[in-house]
């Protein structure tokens, strides 16, 4: 059996200092997410999204990230799946990124809302056609009987939307998660990490150093 207890790695690679990081958070998050873009990390906008039931019930899955800006971070769903509907129940919401390469995670705090139908809309048209098709085939996190069903329901679609532009379902589109907290987490030797919070505050943006 593997003994976890001795599975151990030393982070090196940088340090982050509250005294230089920039006033907005959103300009450190870009230009971190540029760094593990160019340093080829596997899916870089990749996130984990954790959502509560309004039983208070946690859920979590990673979404990718498709539009960031000052306003926040952008990914896009059914709107008749679990996470819709938990966010639904309750919009308050966690997400994390991960870019262990870099030993770097960000971790972010907020609300999330819909986006407009032009926003979805814009996205939708750059998606390949077969990701078009697919939102409209798939019931997201309803119970299926087979691939083979998905499948069918698939060629299916292929043919009524054969001839034309795939239009955009009412029951697909884009959420925002509108952050209050985002925290940046570099990974330091003998877990001494370095973790910078930005709270909201007052319009602005409070910098707190956190300990490890």
Not at 37 to 55: F, G, Q
Not at 90 to 110: K, M, S, T, Y
Not at 143 to 169: D, H
Request: charged fraction near 25%; proline fraction near 4%; charge should be neutral.
């Amino acid at each position: 059996m593997l003994d976890l207890q001795e599975m151990r790695t030393e982070y090196i690679q940088a340090t982050l200092d509250e005294s230089t990081v920039p006033e907005d958070p959103f300009i450190l998050f870009e230009t971190w997410f540029a760094q593990a873009v160019e340093t080829e990390v596997k899916d870089p906008n990749s996130m984990i999204l954790a959502t509560s039931s309004k039983e208070n019930i946690p859920n979590i899955r990673t979404v990718l990230l498709k539009i960031f800006d000052e306003k926040g971070f952008v990914f896009f769903t059914n709107y008749n799946s679990v996470k819709a509907k938990e966010i639904e129940e309750n919009p308050h919401v966690a997400l994390e990124f991960l870019w262990l390469d870099l030993e770097r995670q960000v971790r972010v705090i907020g609300t999330c809302e819909k986006i407009s139908t032009s926003e979805s809309m814009s996205y939708f048209m750059k998606r390949s056609r077969g990701s078009q098709i697919g939102a409209w085939v798939s019931k997201q996190s309803s119970v299926i009987s087979s691939r083979k069903m998905l499948q069918m329901q698939i060629e299916k679609m292929k043919q009524k939307f054969a001839n034309g532009s795939i239009p955009l379902p009412d029951f697909w589109g884009g959420y925002r998660v509108i952050p209050s907290q985002i925290e940046f987490w570099q990974g330091r030797a003998n877990r001494l990490h370095d973790r910078i919070l930005y709270k909201r505050e007052n319009g602005g943006w409070k910098i707190e150093r956190l300990a490890p």
